[in-house]
């Protein structure tokens, strides 16, 4: 069995709730949810972690109490952390805007995501049937170098292509899959990418991967608390179900079921406040 290697970002999700989203120019009052840990690398690492998969997480904090107490969290759940401090830039922050129906919005603040180093990529020791999981919320380019660097070890390359941003054609070629939602796989289409493995997300629909499919799990209006990280929980689990070697078929139905779970909680991970 190979580890999950999780290559993205750790950010304090700053959470507010309204009736209803503002439209532009609008001003509504809302109510402070919390701060939570966040970021899409966060979250797919404690969900391949909750998926039973041995987790290394690779990213960066600020120097501040926040990221202190991000880093205390994942190593308290077992992951092994490649998260040196950085003092130029405060951790990332996410400010997020969730509505009476659970639909979000989301701006986030990168901060010291922008300053991964490829060191810790090299420190994480991928090797043969580990699974390097990378999202787009830290550089494309340093993505493209530890996907080349995780192929070279032997690794799979797992892409997340959130949030969108094109990458060189042969980083997408060796990820196996590309994930995308729907409105990422609109942006893909319009571009000259062709990636050779495709998993496309549906939210309540399911999901595909090339000729596998799952359908959504059904779930009462009642039980959906929110959005947030619904799609980071899908891949994480999947990662962690790729790295036990399990088929494509297994793998997505882990993820449609952990993306299910996921949208029945608040916040990007269960128990997750700072």
């Given at each position: 069995m190979g580890r999950v290697v999780v290559l993205g970002s750790l950010n304090v999700d700053v959470v507010t709730?309204?009736?209803?989203?503002?439209?532009?120019?609008?001003?509504?009052?809302?109510?402070?949810?919390?701060?939570?840990?966040?970021?899409?690398?966060?979250?797919?690492?404690?969900?391949?972690?909750?998926?039973?998969?041995?987790?290394?997480?690779?990213?960066?904090?600020?120097?501040?109490?926040?990221?202190?107490?991000?880093?205390?969290?994942?190593?308290?759940?077992?992951?092994?952390?490649?998260?040196?401090?950085?003092?130029?830039?405060?951790?990332?922050?996410?400010?997020i805007t969730v509505?009476?129906?659970?639909?979000?919005?989301?701006?986030?603040v990168p901060g010291a995501n922008d300053m991964v180093q490829d060191a810790a990529v090299t420190a994480a020791r991928l090797g043969p049937g580990d699974v390097l999981l990378c999202s787009l919320e830290v550089p494309a380019d340093l993505v493209a170098r530890a996907a080349h660097l995780a192929a070279r070890s032997g690794a799979r390359v797992v892409i997340n292509l959130a949030p969108y941003a094109p990458l060189p054609?042969?980083?997408?070629?060796?990820?196996?899959?590309?994930?995308?939602n729907e409105e990422e796989m609109r942006q893909l289409a319009d571009s000259d990418l062709i990636p050779t493995s495709l998993l496309?997300?549906?939210g309540a629909a399911g999901a595909r991967?090339?000729?596998?499919?799952?359908?959504?799990?059904?779930?009462?209006?009642?039980?959906?608390?929110?959005?947030?990280?619904?799609?980071?929980?899908?891949?994480g689990a999947l990662a962690a179900a790729l790295a036990a070697g399990t088929t494509r078929k297994e793998a997505l139905e882990a993820a449609n079921r952990a993306g299910?779970?996921?949208?029945?909680?608040?916040?990007?991970?269960?128990?997750?406040?700072?």
């Open positions: 709730r309204v009736e209803r989203h503002p439209r532009p120019g609008e001003t509504v009052l809302g109510g402070a949810a919390g701060r939570f840990a966040g970021g899409k690398g966060g979250n797919q690492a404690m969900a391949a972690r909750r998926a039973g998969a041995e987790v290394v997480m690779v990213g960066r904090v600020g120097a501040d109490d926040a990221g202190a107490a991000y880093l205390s969290r994942l190593q308290r759940h077992g992951i092994e952390t490649q998260v040196p401090s950085c003092a130029d830039a405060p951790t990332g922050t996410a400010f509505d009476d129906v659970g639909e979000n919005t989301i701006v986030v054609h042969d980083v997408v070629a060796l990820a196996d899959p590309v994930i995308v496309v997300t549906f991967w090339d000729g596998e499919e799952v359908s959504g799990i059904r779930l009462d209006d009642a039980d959906v608390v929110d959005t947030v990280g619904a799609g980071d929980a899908f891949c299910s779970e996921a949208v029945q909680w608040s916040g990007a991970q269960p128990g997750a406040a700072l």
